[in-house]
């Protein structure tokens, strides 16, 4: 007898293709597809639309086909400003996160390969930053300086700068004694070569997927800043500022003012975290 | 002709005349084949035929199927295999297609497993004897009393000292070999007429092994039940199995009685087994070229074929069935 | 380990952090540039009023003397002054902080009820369309900003529908007679049910915002859990020894979920307590975070130190009472 599987011909699986381009891997991704999307508008979209700032013939005017998304309660067209606002918005997100990266990730890693008391003071520290509320600490600092759009950037990127810290430090630690790293070691290579050459590269994808959630938290927090009014101040075209501007005017029914810059928010947080779980689960 | 050809009655030794204890025939199980169309087949027309007390041992290298074959017999097959076709029967009751109450009495019931790792096996937020006292509960529904004092006396039977306050510490709190002996007593706590151990000793201490497998041979004989001890070591199947079934790619390759089968493998692949175990038990390694087939789909040849040291062009034209000879049964083209 | 050390270690930890904490906001006031006099009594204050305050917080003296200073200043519960308000910080925080306590703690009532047993049975049909639903909802809780899903709430329950009241205050109705300073809780004690029924009303639109928001992530964490827990070898065990599907759950995988969970909703609670600014703006609910927001507005920055500081302490609290709260419960730090 043969052992036929009710009579159905099996399909062959092919072997997977695993060195396929890394490009053509993401552009298989929805999320990444639609936040290539959000990222090209936020650069070009300006150039085919008016100044943020001009002011129309109506205020709190519906949506339209003149006013898609309405004005606002200076006149402006909201379609324009949300527009304008992804490039300031996303701008930010992005500057913070890469700063927090560029010195939570090499402080992570430093922590997990030095150890000692070195390790043990940045990870006091950084808990001990942890224990803030996010939002209330970036308050606090925002209002012992004066807030401008360089100072906001710094502060979010610095309450960011502990998760990067202990995320690096615990993908890092099991690798440290990992037998690759020891015979590197071996061959006498410095602290930094391996750290770099070696460690790094292997821990590259949580953080990666982490960087694409920082970015959506950024964002977040300086929407939320804004929204309260210590970060970028109307009539700046920055979603949480928007929101904030329309909050009035959302239970008098003039709804749009704040609904669509929020939702430009959420969608575009929202796409973040999607590419970071693509990233999570996806190769 | 069926796989099996266990239904022309022919004496075939221990428990012949009798309607086996577990009967496996022709049992193959499927993964996936979904409407990505991608099939593989792990389990390739088993049969198997365990008698009532008797001992019979399961061997393969990992990815033969054997835990498969376990996990079908209980019903309880891994999220997206299905069993394609053949029969489970326990004492003549076929269990493929037996509903969920029926299955669940018989687990715990009359077919009990035992796993490796004993520690992470047991649940490390309740007490040890309170998860024995569970199952005993569920499946005679006694008392909570009652089943707790059973729980007690089935670890005092099992070595545990001090059972009745040692059924009171959590898992964390026991040895990989205590727990290995709470495990056991487990799955013995409702009598049940088989027990499947797989793996029983795998990572534990050497000294650990044998008297944990002294202890599950002597509580399966002192109960009258059968055992299926599921390994991949051929040297414990010698030397605890009355019975020996070998499997290989999904297929049972050789099985009969041990010392018959082990004396003179009629099945190149029992030989190269037995070769493997006992060149290592001399100082030196021997390995079996090759590697097991992925098996993506029903096979053509002997699965062998391949790795064989005396394959021959007869090999390559179809899937050897197996036959008898003698007191056992072989699926080889050559024997 | 004893409870007793167990509890000092946690406690020697939470100092640490605590002296993190503090440098933190120490460091704020103190070293950034400016001189902090001015932030102190807001920069329209004449000479003498900031050559006062010069003088009072030793800012003349050594940033170590400065810190000891603002320790023990602290340590004897002086947080400084309001000129908002012209309070002591102390008195301001202790009115608001039942406010935020009431919306906080409803929050996560109602955070619970809805995640938790949602990300359970979502974990247990992977894949079904409460799976589905569930990925959906804490994908939108984690990435929605909850000033914006407030005012979405708001018009819809109060502007269009008029279910709920204008969204300003605690109640609009009578204060009960304070006991607890919840009015919720009050109105219960003293069974005034108009009392109980304005309050209610008035909590209801934040408390669900935040619920939303905070439900996400537990709701992610729960499944996260009960996916590894219904996967592993315990769970298989007491499976294939017939235990019941409803005690599977319920007695064998929900203890092992619950325990790492209840350490997420510590991380929560502790941040709902320490003033959920966005919310409490948007609602204006009189609490911590609206109480930060409004001396932003004014310059007037020692109340929101304060309030950072508060609310990381508070963090930091409820943490090591939830660390304390796990080693009695969990037995394998109990014994």
Known sequence: MTATADGQAPAVSKPPRRRARAAGRLLRRPAFVVLLLIVLIALFGPFFLGDPLELGPDTLAAPSMQNWFGTDQFSMDIFTRVVHAARLDLLVGFIAAALAVLAGMPLGALAAYRGGAFDTLLLRVSESLQAFPTLLLALGIVTALSPSIPVLVMIIALVNVPVYLRLTRSAVQPLVNADFVLAARCAGKGQFTILRRHVLPNVSEVVFAQFSVNVAWAIQILAALSFVGVGVKLPTPEWGAMVRGGADYMIYGQWWVALFPGLAILATVLTLNQVADEIRHGS | MNAGGGMDGIDRGPGAGEIPLLTVEDLTVGFGGGEDGGMSIPLQGVSLRVPRATRMSLVGESGSGKSLTASAVLGLLPEGARVLRGSIRLEGEELIG?????????????IAIMFQNPRASLNPVHTVGGQIA???????????????NRAVDLLDQMGIPDARRRASDY?????????????????????PDLLIADE???????TLQQQVLDLVIEQVKARGASLLLITHDIAIARQTCEQIAVMYAGRVMESGPTEEVTAAAANPYTAALLKAFVTVD????????????????PLAECPFADRCEMVGPECRERVPELRRIGGREVACVKA | MPLAIYISRRLAYMLVALFGVSLVTFVVTRVLPGNPAYLIVGAMADESTVAAVVERLGLDQS????????IRQLLSGDLGDSWRTSNPVSVDIGARWPATIELGSTALVLALAWSVPFGILSALRRRSLSDRLANAVSGLGVSIPEFWLGLILLLIFFGTLEWAPAPIGRTLGEVPAHTTGLYTIDAILARDWEAFKAAAAQLILPASTLALVVGAPLLRVTRGFMRETMASHHIRSARALGIPERSIVLRHALPNVLLPVSTMVAIMYGYLLGGTVLVEFVFAWPGIGKYAIDSIAASDSIPVLAAVLLSAITYLFVYLMMDVLHFVIDPRTRT
């Open chain 2, 134 to 148: 569970e199952v005993i509960r569920v499946h005679s529904g006694a008392g909570r009393r009652e089943s707790r």
């Open chain 2, 282 to 297: 001399r100082g030196r390694m021997y390995a079996i070229p090759g590697t097991v087939p992925t098996l993506s789909g």
């Open chain 3, 63 to 70: 940033i170590y003397e400065q810190y000891v200073r603002y």
């Open chain 2, 98 to 110: 037996a509903d969920e109450r029926r299955m669940r009495r018989l687990r715990g019931g009359r």
């Open chain 2, 200 to 206: 029983p000793t795998t990572g534990l201490d050497a």
């Open chain 2, 171 to 191: 898992v964390h709190q026991y040895s990989g070999g205590m727990a290995q002996r709470a495990v056991l007593a487990m799955a013995l706590s409702c009598r």
